[in-house]
């Protein structure tokens, strides 16, 4: 009996210390998504952002918001699911087109109107616009949900500064989530004769990925599908290697389930490429994509579009609603490239929030 009831508490015990283990590690494996996948930035070392209620909103009822800074000096942006800026459509466009003139602080939004580009269908089922370069005078969008069902991305261009719109007859059916490496004034300093574009390594635009892409085209080639190439490693030399097969693509960023939208802008002033990415909701949400309201991000630096990358901020849950995407657009950033204006969709509008950065 006595020995029965020892190896009665033995097995109880036993079975206490496997449950406590996997109790560890299960919360470890949940919030492994929550932690940021890489080192801390040596040479940015903190984002000091101005106070919430300081955040200027504009547009309410539109969200993505993607910029670029076009040759006549204004930024452009595209909005999905809403009515742009006052005095608003009064038809609510899948993807509309905007043009913003002033500084962060001051600045007015005018709804662009063009049938060629505009879309309708919510959701979905209507085409959004992920990213937007404005690149020797040529505008170009990247248009998602292109399949109409929440995936593919397809490319148009505009040569009028978005009175009329072309799309290309080839579409990447792997990415959903496509977008432009941003430079300065119709990319002017950038590294070379290049446009980069980078997506989630996956197909459709609301499902995260374990890693994004990075690919390239030269820009007076860049509407010609066998002019794009496929990022694959960095050689022993910290060199990118490149390959026209899309099937030898590699990542460029790697974080495990946690690789969706996000946005990349050359900082001059810093030398430095920063990467905002949203963190997707956990698994179960039923909208993983949606952080318009609630949720957080990471910024991420690097010496080229390639890495090596660092972590420069990552906030789980930021005090206010972060928005699906961020920009920080070259206009808007200081000569020394420490003050920078972020624009995001949070709580579904055209929002600035000053950030500056403290450097090493």
Request: glycine fraction near 10%; include cysteine; hydrophobic fraction near 35%.
């Amino acid at each position: 009996m006595k020995m029965s009831r020892m190896k009665t508490l033995g097995v109880i015990a036993l079975a206490l210390l496997i449950c406590e283990g996997l109790n560890r590690r299960i919360p470890a494996q949940q919030n492994s998504s929550r932690l940021p996948p890489y080192p801390k930035s040596n040479i940015i070392r903190d984002v000091r952002w101005a106070p919430m209620e300081t955040v200027i909103r504009k547009a309410k009822g539109g969200d993505n918001w993607p910029v670029t800074w076009a040759r006549d000096g204004s930024l452009y942006s595209t909005y999905g699911d809403g009515w742009g800026f006052e005095p608003k459509l009064e038809e609510k466009l899948s993807l509309g087109l905007v043009r913003i003139d002033g500084s962060p602080t001051d600045f007015s939004g005018v709804n662009l109107r063009s049938p060629t580009i505009e879309q309708r269908g919510q959701g979905r089922n209507g085409r959004k616009s992920w990213g937007i370069l404005s690149v020797d005078g040529v505008l170009c969008l990247w248009l998602g949900h292109n399949n109409l069902q929440g995936g593919e991305s397809t490319l148009a261009w505009s040569e009028d500064h978005g009175g009329t719109w072309s799309t290309v007859d080839w579409k990447f059916e792997e990415f959903g989530l496509m977008g432009f490496v941003n430079f300065g004034r119709d990319y002017q300093g950038a590294r070379d004769e290049f446009v980069y574009a980078y997506s989630h390594d996956g197909p459709n635009a609301d499902s995260p990925a374990d890693h994004f892409v990075l690919m390239r085209a030269h820009k007076d080639h860049l509407l010609k599908r066998d002019a794009w190439e496929f990022f694959v490693r960095r050689d022993a030399n910290q060199q990118p290697v490149w390959s026209k097969r899309i099937d030898e693509r590699g990542p460029v960023f790697e974080h495990p389930d946690s690789c969706l939208r996000s946005a990349i802008t050359f900082n001059p002033g810093l030398n430095r490429y920063l990467w905002w990415q949203a963190i997707p909701q956990p698994p179960g949400h039923p909208d993983r994509g949606d952080t318009r309201f609630e949720g957080g991000f990471g910024i991420y630096d690097a010496p080229e579009p390639w890495g090596p990358w660092t972590t420069v901020e990552f906030v789980p849950a930021w005090d206010i609603g972060p928005g699906e995407h961020g920009d920080f657009p070259t206009k808007w950033m200081s000569e020394d490239g420490r003050t920078l204006h972020l624009i995001f969709s949070g709580d579904d509008c055209f929002c600035v929030r000053k950030a500056v950065l403290v450097t090493q």
